[in-house]
């Protein structure tokens, strides 16, 4: 099992870098090509529907092929997707591309999420907390190479170094061997099934939560993939750095991320998840009104930072929490969760690319900003519902058992 985390971890990495290469480049991409931003906020927006097609069916995809399966195919769609974009084909065809490649970098992670929080041994939100880590440490090391790339002149490499690297984790997929978790992720065909098994289905008292969860989901992602991809733009008009020394601004954000995300598991299990997702967003959002307010670089990047360290739990604890609580539910509650986050991904980027050509990196900021604002608000009215449907949970545990009978 400890070997099939390390490989999360691995794959994790990968799919982080892949997350990010876009907004790490961006702007040299954008001359390259002659875009706007509102053509950027399309790229990246195409990447994010793929993205969400993979995610959705994903519990289906897993069904009929097994997980690791599943893995090697949504790994392998992500390797010639970014060996496609390094020949820097026409834009239509980088348009065209773009689902492909997020289709292998949803998959890959609603696979492996749903997978540690299954078949994880150990505390389930220290196992995500571990991987996080790693999506945060690719998001923190694509900037760096790309500001290098950029100084250098060759910033298109930054697609050949994701290529190699998702090549690399599909033949680990496909070669290792995780004892007895190997029967666990293989393929496992139906016809061996005598009957096929009643398929669970959601509580009618469970609904409200899963929706405001799903919700929480698709306005998160939309504003950290919004925040970061823009990240580097925001800092040149707000305030005149260059680009390759704005595109690290990237990193400074993940950085504090991956350094959260060590200590968010051990925090949550602690305090306790809905209070530890509250206290998060609320300081993300203090800092992101803040940076919405200053316009000086050295507090920019302080707030910047700081609210790398907010954020920096809020994803895996989320996907742990709502699944505490909608039991025998995880691989399908997983796959929506993470397909609205990546609803979320694709739509808002798309919006925050119009918002800076029609407007400026002001009204940007105070999008992202008021999206915290209502961050919190979900979380609030998660934490009271998620209250009354424990106790509803319990109180049903208790009915089940009935009393003793003495023959």
Known sequence: ??????????????????????????????????????????FIMNQFLGFLGGVLISPWVTRYIGKRNALLLALGSLTAAEAAYSLLLPWEWMLAIAPIAGFGFGMTEAVIGAMVIEYAEEKKASAMSRIE???????????????LLIRNDIWQMAFPVITAMAGLTTLLWLTLSFGKVDDLIA????????????????????????????????????????????????????????????????????????????????VAERTGYGRFLLGCVVAGMVLLILISFTSHAGWSLFFIGLSGLSFAGVFAIALVYVNQLLPGMTERTT???????????????????????????SWTLGMIAGMSILMVVLVL????????????QSGMQLQSKGPEVIE
């Open 335 to 361: 796959s929506l969760l993470v397909a609205f986050g990546g609803m979320g991904g694709a739509l808002f980027p798309r919006l925050t690319g119009w918002l800076m050509d029609e407007y400026d990196a």
């Open 1 to 42: 099992m400890r070997k099939m985390i390390w490989l999360a971890c691995l794959s994790y990495l990968v799919i982080g870098m892949a997350h990010v290469v876009s907004g790490a480049i961006l702007e040299p991409l954008m001359a390259h090509y002659g875009l706007n931003y509102r053509d950027g906020g399309q």
């Open 187 to 266: 393929y496992q065909p139906r016809t061996a099934q005598v009957s096929q098994p009643v398929r669970a289905r959601y509580n009618l008292a469970a609904m409200p939560f899963l929706i405001l969860g799903i919700t929480f989901f698709l306005f998160y992602v939309g504003m950290e993939m919004s925040f970061s991809n823009y990240l580097p733009s925001i800092m040149i008009q707000r305030v005149g750095m260059d680009e390759a020394t704005a595109a690290t601004t990237i990193s400074l954000f993940w950085g504090m991320v991956v350094i959260g995300r060590i200590f968010a598991g051990r």
């Open 381 to 392: 009215a998660m934490m009271v519902i998620g209250k009354q449907l424990s106790h509803s």
């Open 133 to 147: 880590v790693f999506f945060g440490l690719g998001a923190l090391i694509m900037p760096i190479v790309g500001a």
